[in-house]
Structures are given as structure tokens and as C-alpha cells.
């Protein structure tokens, strides 16, 4: 961008008048981005219609018609009713996330017709001119015309830095305040910004990142989705042309083998669980920006907690003002009052531009003491530099010295020994407490390279949340470890973290101490509570906690903890924290209540383990199906199967109770990995399905028995294998999987007796019904020692390995 002659701002802020935003409105300059990477309506629709699966189902059902085997038709009705249902329940998860993101969609303060109005970004147009304060995320490219901030523009080019940004300066969308306040003409609006520009070019390199649940399950259906073609064609090939089956026979079991192999409802089942979630959480005032977070919450071992705003309310109080008894190096103290002290306060506090938490409650303090006709200096300020995170402190500059506020350790480094006594009582009773100290160098910004003379102090104090104890509580049952990190006074965090009820909330360290990567690394298991945290550290100590194998959640409510939050496993902010926070984040809290964490958490836990179960329900029916054509074209045999007696089996032991299942309450914790535990628990079932069928054909060839009684014969024992696995995967069994088990028998007896012609069921003879119930008892008792197998070796191969699979 060009420059411009600072002298061209020296103009009187007034901004746009209506007519002319009206005209940057109808000329489409306005800051609306076509960048959003949710689905609309339309896409949803064609997601769930247009699938390669559904297209093998087409393709199947065109054969079956043509073949004249109607009957077989039966998996249609599922397939129909599983593309309604994730279309429906998509389009109403959407429209409850939209009203939900309606209400923590980010405003700027606008100048128009000379005043000062708050409104959507979406609604700012070209050359608004916007009043940015700490906190703000910057929501288009600007230019500052007046005043002075600090950037950060990680969340763009990676660089942790604050960046300075005075007049004439450009300002990148996607960059926050750290602090301080200033005017800015909008230049680049909508989809000409640079944030939005990124945007797209991330969405059209694939979209954001998926959970290892939905990365597990994708990769399940692309494997199926390879397979099926070439083991399809090459059964038909052999029915066909080397057993000499007729077309129609031919046909209908190589469908049956394709129908097994695929799992049709495993997409649906997890679409509608995630929706089910996300609308629940949203009832519960919880916004999520990013479905992972469901499952990574759920996975969570590890939460860093700010204190400010997450253990305690976000609003502070000033609970006290007291002179320092040690101002000089020679233990002497300062010639100042009380009342002069205060004074002072009153002056800096009406002259600072910052609006965080500390200088809200100082100015509330301050409107009060004028209220009350407290006398002020009333000095006017000649400059200010905003509190920073990375120095812990904000400076105001009068006509007689520059005065300081701020982290008492961090004003007087070395020499702090002297003030410390001073602090310890207020820090042991959970107060904050401020330096106010005079300071005689230059170019504080850059650091201190003077002298500074404590003056007094400020102690504030934080209430801790009604229902943070029980939180808490709720976490230490659960196996989630916390960890404080703050940027305030260790032994104050760990005062207010004791009274919270974290544990071993006693163990503290002041992060000044930890000054690399490797003392980093090793406070991680020390220590609980980390004080004097810059926003830099604060990443680093998730990063650290990572390396160790953790799963970490990160919560906090300013934009010093956006860094942190950025890299964690998943982000948590308030919304009444800083809007770059709540932007930045992948789940927010509306009503800023930490009570709902566990509610998120339990959510989380609830989905991902019900989807877990009822997955390896349907990876059951693959393994088999797979491992039976492939035991098909070994010994050329033709498919024992026909479509109609696979949708029997697959309703009443796999579809109906998974979906209902997904439903049952389950606070686990999620361990291992989702593919391997899902695999683990199918292989069972799986290899004595086919087992069992697989004896069954080669026993129908001693004994001459039909095949349409051999496909009878295979349907009931896979059924009664089907329902044993039920049993297995429902432990422990209550009211309710009692229910889901006993109601899906009778459903199976009912369609046995009165639709076995719709379902390909023939009537048995002696023999056949004595076959079935040996191999019925057969297969349970192959089930039992396949289980009691795999369970043996996956607990030798983690004890081995020392870690749960």
C-alpha cells in the first residue's frame, strides 16, 4: 500500500455520512466475505445424495430391477431413510449454530455522521473509519489516522512479536490489539482483505482439519469404497462363468457380498450424533466454532486454566490503595500521603487508554472519587504506553516524570527483595497486587534504563466463580489434570487456585525464572500453578506439556492468551473476554460460565465412545462379508447370501440397536485410538461370522443341502452371532440395552414368521433346524474364545509397550 502524507490525517474525525455508506453498499463495498467453510443448505443436500456409495446403491438397484429380483430391493428403504435423516439433521444443526454465532458475532465501534456506534463487521463498508481498543480483532486491511496501538499478527505471519502501529501505519485483518486505542480508515473490505484472501485459499486446499474419529471412519469407507468394485466383479465372474450360476443367481449374490461389505449407516450414525451434540451444547450456551473439538475435548488429559475470568469473575475491585515503606534503597519511605498517592492514581487512571479488567476497576474507582469530590491533580497527560503482557506494565507520562504501573517483580527486577514484604500478606489472601512506582529514564516502551522509586500499591481483588469448586471436583474425578497459567503473582494464583479446589494448586513458580525451553519442559510436571506468564510462555508450556504426550485443552478470556490457545488440541474462550479470543477459539462459552466445561467434556465422552461402539457393530458385517468373498473365490463357491436375508441381519443386529445406542449416557474417559479399538472389537465377530458360514457351505456340499437352506440356515446363525456381539459391546447392560436387545429379537422373530418370503427365509427340515442349532452353539462358544484371544493379546501388547492402544 502506499503511503500517504501524515499531514492528509490531520482532519476532524467524522466519518461517513449515511448517503454515503448507502453508496458503498449498493457499489458491493461493503466488509460481507464469501469465505465461510460451512455448508449451505444446497451443499448439504448434494453431500448426502450424491455420495459414492449411494452411487453403488443405484447401480446395484438398476441390476436387481433388471434381474426381476424385486425382493431384494429390501436395503433401499434404509438407504432412502439414512439420506433423509443426515440431510434433515445437518440443515438443523446449521440453523441452530447460525442463531447461536448470530449472538458472538464480532462489532466494531464505527464513526459515522460524526458519533460513535457499534455494529456487525459484516456492515462496515469501504473507508469507515473504526475506533479499535485492546481486545479488538482487526476485521479489515485499515490505515491508522490517529493514535497509537500494539499488533500482534501471529494468527498471520506466525511471529509472536507486538508490533507497533502509529499514524500512516497499515493494519492486516486477522491482527489483534494487544493494547492501546486508535482510529482506522478501512482500505480492503470483504473479500479484496487480507484475512479473507488467506481464507479462501485455505478452504480450497481442503477444508479444516478432522478429528481422528472422522479421519478414522474416512479412511474405513475409502478402503471399502476400493475393494468392493474389483471382489464384486471378480464373484459375478466366477458364479457366473466358472460355477455356472444363472444371471439372476449370479447377480443377486454378488450384491449381497457389495451390500455387506459397505457400511451404509456408519456416516449417518456419526453425522446425526455430532448434530444431536452440537444442538444440545447449544442449548447449554455453548458455541462450537469446530465439530473436532468434540472429540479432542472428550480426549483432553491436560486443561490450562487463566485465572482471571475462568476461576474467577472477569471483573475486578479495588480493594485497597497503601503507600510503599521501603520507596528508597535505603529502606526510607516516599514523602508522599496518602491522599497525594491517590491523587496520582485518580490522574493516571483518567489518562491510561487501556480498557483491560485492572484499569476498568481503577477507573470505576476513579469516577467514584470525582463523585465524591476526592480532589485530583487533573494533570493532563503528555504520553501513554498501554499495559503490555510481554513487560506486565503501562507507563503514563506527565509534565513532572513518567509513573508506572504494573507486576511489582517486573518494575523493580534486582531490586524488588526490598518491596517484597510488602505484598506477601495481600498475595497469601488471593489479592493482585500493582506497583505504582515513578520512573526518571526514557523510552519505557522499549524496557527500563532508569531509576524507579516505588511510590504505593494497588491490591485488588477477584471473586472466584460460584461454581468453580465443583468444577474442579468434577475434572480431578475425571483424570483431567489442571494447570494455571497466569500472568499474575504465583502465590496469588496459587492462593486463588487453593481456594478453588485445584490440586496441588501449592505447588507455584514464577515463570521469570524459567528462561528456556528445557526449564520449561521440566516445571510441567513440578508445578501446577505458573505465575508471571508472558503470552510467549504461555505457548511454550502447552507446547512442552504436548511433547509429553498430553492432550491439551486451553482456556482463557484475553488476547495474551490467544497464543496458547491457538496451538492447545482445543481452544475454550469466554465471550465476555476479549472478541479476538472468542474468535480465535473452537468452543466458546456465551454466558463466560466455566460451570458448562463439564458439560462439554461429558458430551464429548458420551458421542465419541456411543460412535466407537456402534461403529464396531457395522465393521463386523464388513470384516465378514470381505473375509467371505474372498473365502468365495478361493474355493469357488457362489455367495451363500442374498441381498434381502443381509438387510434382515443388518437391521435388527447392527443398524436399529447401533443408532440406539449412540444414544445411552457414557462419562468414560476415551482411550487408544479410534480405528484400533474399533477394529479390535469387531475382529471377534467378524472372524466367527465367517467361521461359522463358512463351515455351513462346505457342510450344505457333504450333505447335499439346498442352497436357498443354506443362505436360511446362514441368516439365523449369523442373527444369533449378531446378538451375542450386541450383548458384548453393551456392557454393562441396563434397563435400557436390555430393552434395545429384547425389542430387536422380537423384531427379528417377527419378520421370520411373517415376511420370510420378503426376507429370502425358506422353511427347514429336521436336519437343517438340528444344523443350525449345532452351529449356533458353535459359534458361541467360538465367539467367547475369539474375544478372550484378542482381549489377552492386546493386554500383553500394552503392557509390553507400556501404553493403551
Known amino acids: 500500500m502506499n503511503q500517504m502524507n501524515k499531514d492528509s490525517y490531520s482532519i476532524n474525525i467524522t466519518g461517513l455520512t449515511d448517503e454515503e455508506v448507502r453508496q458503498r453498499v449498493e457499489e458491493g463495498l461493503t466488509n460481507r466475505a464469501d469465505i465461510s467453510t460451512d455448508k449451505t443448505t444446497k451443499e448439504i443436500v448434494i453431500s448426502n445424495v450424491f455420495t459414492y456409495f449411494n452411487l453403488i446403491f443405484l447401480v446395484i438397484t438398476i441390476l436387481l430391477i433388471m434381474v426381476g429380483s424385486f425382493r431384494n430391493l429390501t436395503f433401499l428403504p434404509i438407504i432412502i431413510g439414512n439420506t433423509v435423516i443426515g440431510i434433515v439433521q445437518e440443515i438443523r444443526a446449521k440453523k441452530t449454530l447460525e442463531k447461536m454465532s448470530l449472538l458472538n458475532a464480532p462489532r466494531a465501534d464505527v464513526i459515522r455522521n460524526g458519533s460513535v456506534k457499534q455494529i456487525s463487521t459484516e456492515e462496515l463498508v469501504k473507508d469507515d473509519v473504526i475506533l479499535l481498543t485492546a481486545g479488538k480483532q482487526i476485521c479489515a486491511d485499515a490505515v491508522v489516522i490517529s493514535g497509537n496501538i500494539q499488533v500482534n499478527e501471529s494468527l498471520l505471519t506466525g511471529e509472536a512479536d507486538e508490533v507497533e502501529k502509529t499514524e500512516g501505519s497499515t493494519l492486516m485483518s486477522g491482527s489483534f490489539v494487544v493494547s492501546g486505542e486508535c482510529y482506522a480508515r478501512l482500505e480492503k473490505v470483504g473479500n479484496e482483505s487480507y484475512i479473507s484472501k488467506l481464507s479462501l485459499e485455505a478452504k480450497s486446499m481442503g477444508g479444516k482439519e478432522q478429528s481422528e474419529m472422522i479421519r478414522s471412519i474416512n479412511l474405513i469407507v475409502k478402503w471399502v469404497g476400493i475393494v468392493i468394485i474389483p471382489i464384486g466383479l471378480i464373484l459375478f465372474w466366477q458364479s457366473h462363468f466358472v460355477n455356472g450360476e444363472s444371471i439372476t443367481k449370479s447377480v443377486t449374490s454378488t450384491v449381497a457380498a457389495i451390500i455387506g461389505m459397505i457400511p451404509e449407516g456408519l456416516y449417518l450414525l456419526t453425522t446425526v450424533a455430532l448434530a444431536l451434540s452440537t444442538m444440545k451444547l447449544a442449548r447449554k450456551k455453548v458455541l462450537l466454532h469446530d465439530m473436532k473439538s468434540i472429540e479432542t475435548l472428550a480426549r483432553v488429559d491436560v486443561l490450562c486454566v487463566d485465572k482471571t475470568g475462568t476461576i474467577t469473575e472477569p471483573d475486578m475491585k479495588l480493594k485497597e490503595i497503601f503507600l510503599c515503606k521501603n520507596s528508597g534503597a535505603d529502606g526510607t519511605q516516599t514523602a508522599l500521603t496518602l491522599d497525594e498517592l491517590k491523587s496520582l492514581i485518580l490522574d493516571y487512571a483518567n489518562a491510561s487508554v487501556d480498557n483491560n479488567a485492572t484499569m476498568l476497576a481503577l477507573k470505576a474507582y476513579a469516577a467514584d ?17 498501554a499495559f503490555s503482557s510481554s513487560l506486565k506494565y503501562g507507563s503514563v507520562t506527565f509534565s513532572d516524570g513518567t509513573y508506572l504501573l504494573g507486576a511489582p517483580e517486573f518494575i523493580m527486577h534486582e531490586d524488588f527483595a526490598r518491596i517484597e514484604e510488602e505484598i506477601i500478606p495481600y498475595a497469601d489472601k488471593g489479592d493482585r497486587v500493582l506497583l505504582f512506582a515513578r520512573y526518571d529514564g526514557e ?32 475434572f480431578k474425578s475425571q483424570g483431567v489434570a489442571i494447570k494455571v497459567i497466569s500472568g499474575d503473582n504465583p502465590r496469588t494464583v496459587s492462593r486463588i487456585a487453593i481456594q478453588a479446589g485445584i490440586e496441588s494448586a501449592e505447588s507455584f513458580v514464577d515463570a521469570a525464572t524459567l528462561d528456556t525451553e528445557d526449564k520449561i519442559a521440566d516445571a510441567v510436571n513440578k508445578y501446577t ?59 466458546v462459552l456465551l454466558d463466560s460460565d466455566f460451570a458448562h466445561m463439564p458439560d462439554v467434556v461429558y458430551e464429548g465422552r458420551r458421542v465419541v465412545n456411543n460412535i466407537q461402539r456402534s461403529a464396531s457393530l457395522f465393521l463386523v458385517k464388513n470384516i465378514f462379508s470381505l473375509l467371505l468373498s474372498l473365502f468365495s473365490v478361493i474355493l469357488m463357491v457362489t455367495y451363500p447370501l442374498e441381498p434381502a436375508q443381509v438387510s434382515l441381519i443388518s437391521m435388527f443386529t447392527i443398524g436399529v440397536p447401533g443408532f440406539l445406542l449412540a444414544l445411552e449416557q457414557n462419562k468414560d474417559r476415551i482411550k487408544g485410538h479410534f480405528i484400533t479399538n474399533v477394529m479390535l472389537k469387531a475382529l471377534p465377530g467378524g472372524l466367527t461370522d465367517v467361521i461359522a458360514v463358512g463351515a455351513l457351505v462346505v457342510c450344505g456340499e457333504v450333505f447335499c443341502i439346498s442352497d436357498a437352506s443354506i443362505g436360511t440356515i446362514a441368516t439365523l446363525v449369523l442373527s444369533v452371532v449378531g446378538f451375542m456381539i450386541l450383548f458384548k459391546i453393551s456392557e454393562p447392560l441396563n434397563g435400557m440395552k436390555y430393552a434395545v436387545i429384547i425389542g430387536n429379537i422380537a423384531g427379528l422373530v417377527f419378520s421370520g414368521f411373517f415376511l420370510k418370503k420378503l426376507f429370502a427365509l425358506t422353511d427347514l427340515s429336521n436336519i437343517c433346524i ?3 442349532i449345532v452351529f449356533g452353539f458353535a459359534a458361541e462358544s467360538l465367539f467367547r474364545n475369539l474375544t478372550l484371544l484378542v482381549e489377552k493379546l492386546r493386554g500383553s501388547y500394552e503392557k509390553k509397550k507400556g501404553f493403551n492402544v
Open 369 to 385: 472519587a470525582l463523585t465524591n469530590n476526592t480532589s485530583a491533580l487533573h494533570r493532563t497527560a503528555v504520553s501513554q504506553q
Open 443 to 474: 523510552n519505557v516502551e522499549n524496557g527500563i534504563n532508569g531509576s524507579v522509586t516505588p511510590l504505593g500499591f494497588v491490591a485488588l481483588a477477584n471473586p472466584i466463580r460460584e461454581n468453580a469448586v465443583k468444577t474442579f471436583e468434577y
Open 529 to 587: 500453578v505458573f505465575g508471571r506468564v508472558t503470552p510467549k510462555q504461555k505457548k511454550q508450556l502447552v507446547k512442552a506439556l504436548q511433547a509429553k504426550g498430553h492432550t491439551v485443552a486451553m482456556t482463557g478470556d484475553g488476547v495474551n492468551d490467544i497464543l496458547a490457545m491457538k496451538d492447545a488440541d482445543c481452544s475454550v474462550a469466554m465471550a465476555s473476554g476479549s472478541e479476538a479470543a472468542a474468535q480465535a477459539a473452537q468452543v
Open 770 to 772: 438340528l444344523l443350525m
